[in-house]
């Protein structure tokens, strides 16, 4: 999908307020509600626009402990990783797993809990229990420089 200068301004403002009403982003972006409305159907349509939500703030809510875990795997064979990936998709503490490279990590996690005890507790009882894990290695937030859902529109 070739992208014009309305599907990146809508691309943009949605992106810093997913809660803005059409006709708002229509008057921002210079066009009227109805061919607004399309772009963005369009734009969902073709898989940029992947959802909307809503951003929490994690301590807030008792989760000060934020994680970024190495994992690594004894055997690299899609059937490992596949089941690897399945398993860890069922906990609510990894806010994102990416498979890497040039690490000793084959997969790079970011939790949050509430405390060491929390994460005591995600790691032995619910990581480690994955097969196929063989080695984990943490790194403790100290504190978050940059957080960004947005991703440049060029």
Do not use: W
Not at 65 to 71: C, E, F, P, Q, S
Not at 117 to 128: A, E, P, S, V, W
Request: glycine letters at 6%; aromatic letters at 4%.
């Amino acid at each position: 999908m070739k992208l014009d200068r309305f599907d990146k301004a809508i691309l943009t403002i949605l992106q810093t307020d997913g809660h803005i009403s059409n006709q708002e982003l229509a008057e921002h972006i210079g066009l009227s509600a109805a061919p607004c409305l399309r772009r963005v159907k369009a734009l969902e349509q073709a898989g940029l626009i992947t959802g909307y939500q809503a951003l929490v703030d994690a301590k807030k809510l008792g989760l000060s402990l934020m994680a970024l875990i190495g994992i690594s795997m004894d055997q690299h064979t899609p059937e490992r990783f596949a089941n690897f990936e399945r398993e860890i998709t069922n906990i609510a503490e990894v806010l994102e797993c990416l498979l890497i490279t040039g690490q000793q990590s084959d997969y790079l996690l970011k939790v949050v809990v509430k405390d060491m005890d929390d994460y005591q507790h995600l790691l032995l009882h619910k990581i480690t229990k994955i097969a196929g894990v063989t080695g984990v290695h943490t790194s403790f937030v100290l504190r978050n420089v940059v957080a960004r859902a947005k991703v440049p529109v060029n």
